[in-house]
């Protein structure tokens, strides 16, 4: 009995997983690019490797934004970001549950250190290709219709 306990647990968790990489995967596939600008960044690792530590502007524009800031007691919630022709993204607003334009979405923040953050905060790349990032001024975000996203790259300018 025990076993098929086991293994139907097994089933159930590798089907979750599966169905999580999928939905990812479909946002990589299907998702709209959004370009969010970098701040100044570090580029080295020891023990993890060569990766890039992310800061984007939109970060330092909504902790500019003394008129609409958040609750100091709110960790975490949406941002408004708006996504020009080149599909950059600028910030707007905190979320205040107001409906959307239509070159507005939902991105995802937390506060950390009494800063705002917006995840992922790091970039890993293969050992040798550092060169190709050193230069990067945009992280490239694919979203969904729901507001998932998922940094797939980093890019020295738009793509025209």
């Known amino acids: 009995m025990r076993l098929k306990i086991m293994i139907g647990l097994t089933v159930i968790i590798l089907l979750v997983l599966n169905y999580s ?3 990812k995967e479909e946002i990589i596939d299907k998702g709209e690019t ?18 890039m530590r992310l800061r ?3 970060e330092n524009d909504a902790e500019n934004d003394t008129a609409n800031a958040t609750s ?15 599909q950059i993204a600028s910030f707007v607003r905190f979320d205040d549950e107001t409906p959307l334009a239509d ?13 705002v953050r917006i995840v992922p905060d790091s970039f890993f790349f293969q050992e040798g290709h550092a060169d190709r990032y050193q230069n990067a001024r ?19 300018e738009p793509a025209s």
Do not use: C, W
């Open 103 to 115: 070159n507005e979405k939902r991105l995802y923040y937390h506060k950390s250190y009494g800063g």
């Open 34 to 51: 959004v370009l969010l600008e970098l701040a100044p960044v570090d580029p080295r690792s020891l023990m993890q490797g060569d990766y």
């Open 138 to 156: 945009y992280g490239v975000f694919k979203f969904d219709d729901s507001g998932n996203h998922i940094l797939t790259d980093l890019v020295d």
């Open 21 to 23: 990489i999928y939905k």
């Open 56 to 58: 984007y502007a939109l």
């Open 72 to 86: 100091p007691d709110v960790k975490s919630g949406y941002m408004v970001i708006s996504v020009n022709p080149q």
